[in-house]
Each structure stands twice: as C-alpha cells, then as structure tokens.
C-alpha cells in the first residue's frame, strides 16, 4: 500500500477525472498520519482549491471550533480529508463518476490511517461509505447522531455521521445539532479505557490500536 506521503503526491498530480481541468490545488487532506479520529467531508470549496488544504473556509473554522471546544483537540490530533480531492465548480455536487474516480484514494487512506473512528461530515462522505461496506444508506438525517460498524476492506470501523458544517452556516439550528453529535464523539472516545490525551498523540508514536 501507499504511504500516506505518496498519495499525497498522486492526488496533487491526478488527472482521473474532469475536475482536475479546472482546480488550482487538489486537497488530498492533512493532520496526524496516525490519527485515530479521521473527518471525511464532501469536496474541497473555493478557500480550498486556493490553498491545496482541506476545510480552511467558514465551514472549517467551525469544524476546528467544534474539535477544540468539544473534543478537546487541535486539528493536528486528528487527520481531515474529504470524498473527492479537487473543487466541483460553482461548488456543486460532486458527481457519482467523480466520486468513483477519486474515492479509491480515500479508502486508501483510510486502510493507512485505521482510525479508531470515523465521522463522516454529510450526506456525500456517508453515503459513499456505506454503500462502499454493503449497508443500505437511508439519508444522512437517519443515520446521525449514532454510531455504526462498517467494513472497509479489512477493516472493521466505527463510524459516526454528522451534518457538514457548511450546513450550519445556512442553518443555526444545525449548529447545536452537531455540537451534540461531537458531545457523543466525546463520550465515544471517552468511553475507551485511554484518557483523550493517551488516545490522541500530536505524533502517534505512544498510541495503542
Ligand atoms: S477529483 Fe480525484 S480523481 Fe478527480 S482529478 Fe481530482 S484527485 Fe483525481
């Protein structure tokens, strides 16, 4: 398998797919390459695609707010990324050829990374996640708020979706929905026997699997 430094390498270069014709930047995501918490949001937006780094924007901030406030973490903790690496234009949905061209990257990752959990950040990530692992996807507002065991690959994994924050900028309602959601990330990662600080290392090198 790729090291995490070589997929990085191959998604910036990637020309799969027709959103490589117009991005500035693919975003092949950041953080802690032993992470055992790792975000899965939709694309990359504008803020993004000019940066070359994963949720930078409004949406961003208050995903970094919700990691500190509630989490107790630093973006550094945990690793982000998203379905598909390159920004659709105008900001549209990513389309289901982009999110097959590009998704094999991800699953890469995420086989590199083997999180502890996975939060899911929206319909697009979830969806595409549990289609992936065989189970039947009913919409995102079914499926958040709890956890679920998926397989991916050989991987066993909790995952956890959530709304994605971009939808709270529109929504504040949303907002304390997903403030809730992490108070149970909270509590999921609490309820293992490390303390957060055991089971999050800046460098992984401590970590237990
Ligand atoms: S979206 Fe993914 S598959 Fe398409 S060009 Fe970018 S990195 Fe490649």
């Known amino acids: 398998?790729?090291?995490?430094?070589?997929?990085?390498?191959?998604?910036?270069?990637?020309?799969?797919?027709?959103l490589s014709e117009a991005r500035k930047n693919a975003v092949p995501g950041e953080g802690n390459p032993h992470a055992k918490l790792l975000f899965i949001g939709e694309a990359p937006g504008s803020n993004e695609d000019i940066q070359?780094?994963?949720f930078v924007g409004a949406a961003g901030k208050l995903l970094d707010k919700m990691i500190h406030d509630v989490l107790g973490l630093e973006r550094k903790d945990v690793f982000i990324?998203?379905?598909?690496?390159c920004r659709p234009p105008d900001n549209r949905d990513p389309m289901p050829e982009e999110i097959e061209a590009c998704s094999p990257y991800l699953i890469s990752q995420i086989?590199?990374?083997?999180?502890?959990?996975?939060?899911?950040?929206?319909?697009?990530?979830?969806?595409?996640?549990?289609?992936y692992s065989g189970a039947s996807f009913p919409g995102i507002t079914k499926v958040r708020g709890k956890l679920h065991v998926l397989k991916i690959g050989n991987l066993e994994t909790k995952v956890f979706p959530t709304y994605h924050p971009a939808a709270a900028l529109y929504n504040p309602n949303l907002r304390e929905t997903i403030r809730d959601d992490f108070v149970k990330i909270r509590s999921e990662v609490n309820s293992n026997l490390y303390t957060i600080d055991q089971f999050f290392n800046s460098d992984g090198s401590s970590n237990k699997r």
């Open 52 to 54: 070359g780094r994963p």
């Open 1 to 18: 398998m790729s090291s995490l430094s070589d997929l990085d390498s191959q998604i910036r270069a990637c020309k799969k797919c027709k």
């Open 81 to 85: 990324t998203n379905v598909v690496k």
């Open 111 to 131: 086989l590199f990374i083997k999180p502890k959990l996975i939060v899911t950040l929206g319909r697009h990530s979830t969806g595409f996640l549990f289609a």
